[in-house]
């Protein structure tokens, strides 16, 4: 293994790896950078006044009494269903009258149905969406009015409005029918999936900033760790051979570097794993099960350029944040070859994946805070709803047209929720 080139990297980069700490705070005089048109401007628009959403009021037990049965729904990777929920009702950009609406928004909470361990059931989110749609469509007259074209849902399940956590059954299910003109915002993003449609909003899953607020370290700290990974690499309950959890990418990773003085990588999630991030240059962001994870929100945060492995992945906010330019992107076939891959990027390259890392904007994307925060990733749903704008003629239908089949899809979603 090239160490000096480890070495010569950690004492030239020394200086910007003046890491993260207050980014959340954000921006202290860090050297930071920006692109032009597009991190930092576009990170940085202001969607009051450029969109007006009209949020339905539904009986509770489709949001509020289903969070109340269990508050872990908070804390969740998918808690960003009800924080939008919370945000929007509070929101400039809220409209009391649906006459001026440009956006239809139905607070509906589908992923908070958890197991003991706190993963969650999927099996009747499509039942309760049906009936929230149901519901919708016969008070109001909206939604007849486009079948949802210029409506959004939250839908921060694994495979997002296929309503699995299986991939294969997710793709057999296919979108959830009435869900097909609608704008999903999402966290999963795979090019080419049926589970992505065109138009879709890809977030970040919800990580708990104060959480990781409270692990920030002197921003002068070295990073001394060259790859640094924690996480499953095989998951031998499921999976026992190996080749389909991750595509095979994270055995891959553990095969051929288990004893690489330069990978820091181990199944054991240590109480000092967001201050081992912030001592990173690279943190690895594989695919694993679930097709997203906040590994790469916590890279982000902790400015650990995020080495991703995910081949087609779609990245939050792709449209406004630079992903190229931030992180590393390696094939899956190519990870036999991840150490050559990233001793030999140039430690000028490194610190400008840095610098652009430190920008405070960057940050704020990723999290949604409470209360929300100018910029953050309730900011960025907006801003990404608001460039939708203004809205074909083609999506409102003729009088007496109908497009969607209300009894399409699995026999068992249509029984009542
Ligand atoms: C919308 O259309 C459905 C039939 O597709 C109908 O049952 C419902 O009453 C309509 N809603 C309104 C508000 O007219
Ligand atoms: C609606 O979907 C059902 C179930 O797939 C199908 O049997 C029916 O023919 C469809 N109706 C229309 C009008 O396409």
Not at 73 to 99: D, Q, Y
Not at 131 to 155: C, K, M
Request: net charge neutral.
């Amino acid at each position: 293994m090239e160490i000096w080139k480890w070495v010569f990297v950690g004492i030239l980069c020394f200086a910007a790896f003046a890491s993260t700490a207050g980014a959340v705070k954000l921006g202290r005089g860090q050297p930071t950078e920006r692109i032009s048109g597009s991190a930092g401007d576009v990170l940085e628009d202001d969607p009051v006044g450029r969109l007006k959403v009209f949020v339905y009021e539904l009986p509770s037990k489709y949001n509020k009494k289903v969070l109340q049965k269990d508050p872990r729904c908070l804390t969740h990777m998918f808690a960003a269903e009800i924080f939008m929920h919370r945000f929007l009702l509070s929101s400039p950009v809220r409209t009391l009258n649906p006459e001026e609406a440009d956006w239809f928004y139905t607070p509906v909470y589908t992923t908070c149905d958890l197991t003991p361990n706190g993963l969650p059931l999927p099996f009747k989110s499509p039942r309760m969406m049906r009936s929230a749609i149901q519901l919708i469509s016969s008070n109001w007259p909206y939604w007849n009015r486009t079948e949802g074209a210029d409506h959004f849902f939250v839908v921060p399940h694994d495979f997002a409005a296929c309503f699995h956590y299986l991939e294969e059954k997710a793709i057999e299910r296919g979108i959830l029918h009435l869900l097909q003109r609608a704008t999903l915002v999402q966290t999963f993003g795979q090019r080419n999936h049926v589970c992505l449609k065109e138009g879709s909003i890809i977030v970040p899953p919800y990580a708990p900033p104060q959480k990781m607020q409270a692990h920030f370290i002197p921003e002068k700290t070295p990073r001394s760790i060259f790859v640094y990974f924690r996480g499953l690499f095989y998951d031998v309950g499921n999976d026992p051979e190996g080749g389909y959890y991750a595509r095979g990418a994270r055995a891959a990773v553990w095969e051929n570097f288990k004893d690489n003085p330069l990978f820091d990588i181990s199944t054991d999630h240590p109480t000092t794993y967001y201050e081992d991030m912030q001592r990173a240059v690279f943190c690895l962001c594989p695919l694993g099960w679930a097709p997203w994870s906040p590994r790469l929100v916590e890279a982000v945060i902790f400015g650990c350029i995020p080495v991703i492995i995910a081949d087609d992945i779609v990245l939050p906010f792709a449209d406004a944040i630079p992903w190229e330019e931030i992180g590393v992107f390696v094939d899956e076939k190519d990870v036999p070859n991840l150490d050559t891959i990233l001793t030999s990027i140039p430690p000028e390259v490194i610190l400008r994946k840095q610098r652009l890392l430190a920008n405070p904007s960057m940050k704020q994307a990723m999290l949604f805070p409470q209360p929300a925060q100018p910029g953050d990733a309730f900011h960025q749903v907006l801003n990404g709803l608001a460039r939708k704008l203004p809205h074909e003629k083609t999506i409102y239908l003729r009088p007496g047209e109908k497009i969607l089949n209300w009894t399409a899809g699995p026999v068992g979603d249509l029984k009542p929720w």
